[in-house]
């Protein structure tokens, strides 16, 4: 039987050595993705989000080029003008995250986004 990843729940291939501490034990990962994004929640002190999870974390393909060059139009000042208001300094918006029934994973995306330096509150 073949052991589960830590972070997504795919099988481990076998002779697979990506690891991570997680919890304070050594877990085994499926790939070099993973082994990064769960030491990445380690190191930003985001670990509990593995003790607040209901399900193991999605394993979404890479991002059509195409997607990215459409998000990309959210960085343009009039595509942000009907959603983005302005006070001063700060721009506020309200971000709606579909396809999300985890609460583990809503609480990480918090708690990330309150770590960027350009944001005041989430």
Request: glycine share 6%; net charge negative.
């Amino acid at each position: 039987m073949t052991t589960p990843c830590y972070h997504c729940a795919l099988p481990v291939p076998s002779g697979s050595r990506f690891t991570a501490v997680i919890l304070g034990e050594r877990r085994e990962l499926c790939c070099p993705g993973c082994q990064a994004v769960a030491e990445a929640i380690v190191a930003g002190g985001l670990e509990s989000y593995y003790q607040h999870r209901s399900e193991a974390s999605a394993n979404p393909e890479a991002l059509p080029v195409q997607l990215v060059d459409e998000l990309a139009l959210y960085d343009r000042a009039d595509v942000q003008q009907p959603f983005v208001r302005h006070q001063g300094d700060l721009a506020e918006t309200t971000l709606l995250m579909e396809g999300i029934s985890c609460a583990a994973c809503g609480w990480l995306i918090e708690k990330h986004l309150r770590s960027l330096p350009d944001v005041a509150e989430a």
